[in-house]
């Protein structure tokens, strides 16, 4: 599976982006997918996860309420639709995928170990 980010880019505080995942090489429509970040210095955290059929989805405090992830398993492409953007969310953006992972509260998915197959990373800066 090879994974293709895209969508990121500069935008001012308040503003919205969204990514774009694409994946190749094998469908993932029965895998779970996520967004990870990374920021400057720091550590690559979780951002949002999203179960196979679209039904669960789960969110890193930091993002909840202003970012949906969503997907279309007939293009295996999965999204990240992000508003209300802050400085603090500066990073480079990373989608996963895993093929045995599961999704439910409290689960593994928040574990960047968890997931086989990663992304390039696509670049979010926001200014203030």
């Known amino acids: 599976v090879q994974l293709q980010a895209s969508g990121g880019g500069l935008v001012q505080a308040g503003g919205s982006l969204r990514l774009s995942c694409v994946a190749s090489?094998?469908?993932?429509?029965?895998?779970?997918m996520a967004w990870f970040r990374q920021g400057p210095g720091k550590e690559r955290e979780f951002v949002a996860v999203?179960?196979?059929?679209?039904?669960?989805?789960y969110y890193a405090e930091s993002v909840k309420g202003r970012f949906t992830i969503s997907r279309e398993n007939a293009n295996d492409t999965m999204y990240l639709h992000m508003n209300s953007l802050k400085p603090e969310d500066t990073a480079v953006y990373f989608c996963a995928t895993d093929p045995e992972l599961p999704v439910y509260s409290g689960g593994r998915y928040l574990d960047p170990r968890q997931y086989t197959y990663w992304g390039q990373g696509t670049e979010v800066t926001v200014s203030s």
């Open positions: 090489g094998r469908t993932v429509s029965t895998y779970a």
């Open positions: 999203i179960s196979w059929s679209g039904s669960r989805t």
